[in-house]
């Protein structure tokens, strides 16, 4: 179980997940806003895994992955789900967990974590 | 010109919209994310002026109006527009200029504001 609960980074998701279902009702959307940081040099090769694992995931309705103009080692990631269980089954999908395997080295760290609870918008179902 | 950069509020868009004109490309993606906070109680009127004023803006590829599960008062926004003036001109729109008005005296104040480059993801052109 220690292993699995490692292979959560991506995504920023990250480290309280199973806490949020409990807290969330499973009838809200889902969100998360991120930063992660790339090792030194290594942004644009993080951003090109994350963008190859992030299609394909059930429950998922938006998943926007951004460069901070300001910190050219830092990614922005904002993210929107169905509920929060569709969240939490991505990080089982083959893909997603490929992703994983591939970025988790140029990973230096993740920051400016913050759970949301979306409620509407352009771009998301009325 | 200083009546009209007040108005300059909703969306944690806000304070240097201008500037960012300047640095970012017009040909890439324009970014925001920032936390809104509204006067105490007010936090769900406040979230009802925002999602009428946010449909039909031009260029607008993402806008996500979410509330903090930890923070009553506190709304996130995370925003995708095609180009840095496709933002700039939404707020000049009626429907936003509206919205403003309406919000502004509810709001308590921004923070956690940060312009991004969206690369790509779930839920934007390919």
Redo the contacts between chains.
Sequence with gaps: MSVDRRKVVVGAAALAAAPSLA??GESS?Y?L?GKMSAHPGKRDEL?GY??EG??G?PG???????????DADAL?I?E?WTDPGAHQASLSLPSVQEAIRKARPLIAGFS?R???????????PA
Tied chains: 1, 2.
């Design positions: 807290r969330s959307m969100g806003i951003l994350l963008l992030t299609g995931m998922c309705l938006s998943y926007v992955i951004a460069k901070d103009p300001s922005w904002t929107v400016d913050h759970e949301t609870e979306p409620v509407g918008g352009v771009g998301l």
